[in-house]
């Protein structure tokens, strides 16, 4: 492994040379991992993410796998979602609470088999919590971290480069669906997943070796298509309500206000139950919806929340915000005060770039292509 000058106790994906080897120059932690975040400009990755394809090292979403007689009975109490009526191939996006109904993470599952089910986490540690939990839980589980690693194939030839890749059946793998693929004698699972709110797909590499030959592969393929290298585009994410945990989500937040009632299952019992029927039955005081900023295209990321003022005081805070090039316009998630997240009250935001008028819209800002969660033949 080359060194690159960053802390050897955070670690590097199967993929990280190849990233700094085409041209990654920003890495963040994420989950004890480095995570390239930055190659060309991120107006110039949006494009590539919506008119063509990109490639992403994303081997920091840890995988925490669950297994045992009594998996299914453990990720029912650790999540409030149903997960009984996922069937293995399938994938589902769950949310896992604490006690309190806090958010904690918000993962894309995969039932591997009846009794065997991946996390594909955000960046907290979700292996801890599970592992914690099942201590005391009285399951019999076992909860472990596997050498799995994905990178994304995310645009609209994505598809092509993938049927390049693994075949065309690759092209019947429906939306939330996994199956298994191979190539030059490299075991993948793939997935129709991905964080961009565009067709694309996860491929998750299967042990730690070759990580470098796969990139090449993809690369390769991709070159018809105007591949290029990048890395999950906050433009194109907030663009479609798409949400970050540890930055628009935290365990200071709760499902509700994000308006994730419909993956709740209140017939079943989990962790957090009797705080978020509380929560429920009280009514939230406070809802994630989008807002427009007015003025000049915003050139600096809110490296903090910025607070939401209306009649003359504080009432809610921004937690991401960014110009959009299609829409022309500053954009933002906002967590607002009930009733003035939907009550005709002026509201301004106090930016790092002065204060802007704001105005309150639903999510998400732009949706999701038809194609991304349609049957592709």
């Not at 004890?32 to 490639?55: F, I, K």
């Not at 030839?157 to 693994?166: G, K, L, N, T």
């Not at 290029?228 to 479609?240: D, H, K, Q, T, V």
Request: with cysteine; glycine share 10%.
């Amino acid at each position: 492994m080359k060194a690159h000058g960053l802390n050897p106790r955070i670690k590097k994906s199967p993929f990280f040379d190849k990233a700094v080897e085409y041209g990654a120059t920003e890495f963040h932690p994420y989950n004890g991992m480095w995570m390239p975040v930055g190659y060309d400009s991120p107006v110039n990755e949006y494009w590539n993410v919506l008119e063509r394809v990109s490639l992403w090292d994303v081997g920091v979403e840890k995988c925490v796998e669950v297994t045992g007689p009594d998996a299914e009975a453990f990720m029912q109490m650790l999540t409030p979602r149903d997960i009984s009526v996922i069937e293995p191939g399938r994938c589902a996006y769950i949310f896992l609470v604490n006690q309190d109904g806090g958010l904690l993470n918000d993962p894309v599952m995969l039932r591997m088999a009846k009794d065997r089910f991946w996390l594909s986490t955000a960046d907290s540690d979700m292996f801890l919590w599970a592992k914690g939990v099942s201590a005391f839980a009285g399951f019999d589980v076992e909860v472990n971290t596997p050498h799995v690693y994905p990178v994304q194939l995310q645009g609209p030839r994505s598809a092509e480069i993938m049927a390049d890749v693994f075949g065309d059946e690759i092209l019947d793998l429906r939306y939330y669906r996994w199956t298994r693929g191979t190539v030059d004698g490299i075991d993948v699972i793939i997935s129709r997943t991905g964080y961009s709110s565009e067709l694309g797909y996860e491929i998750y590499l299967l042990g730690q070796d070759r990580g470098g030959d796969l990139w090449e592969i993809l690369m390769a393929a991709g070159e018809p298509f105007a591949i290029a290298p990048g890395s999950p585009n906050r433009i194109r994410r907030i663009e479609g309500g798409v949400l970050d945990y540890a930055s628009d989500m935290t365990p200071d937040d709760n499902p509700l206000e994000f308006g994730l009632e419909r993956l709740i299952d209140w017939e079943k019992d989990f962790l957090g139950k009797a705080a978020l029927q509380k929560i429920r039955d009280e009514g939230v005081s406070r809802r994630m919806t989008g807002i427009f900023l007015d003025g000049p295209a915003l050139q600096k990321n809110n490296e903090h929340h910025w607070p939401i003022v209306g009649d003359g005081r504080q009432v809610g805070y921004v937690t991401n915000s960014v110009h959009s090039p299609r829409l022309d316009r500053n954009i933002a998630l906002a967590m607002i005060d009930v009733p003035f997240d939907a009550n005709g009250a002026g509201l301004t935001v106090g930016t790092v770039e002065g204060v802007r008028n704001a105005e309150r819209t639903t999510l998400p800002f732009i949706a999701s292509p038809p194609e991304k969660t349609a049957q592709l033949r």
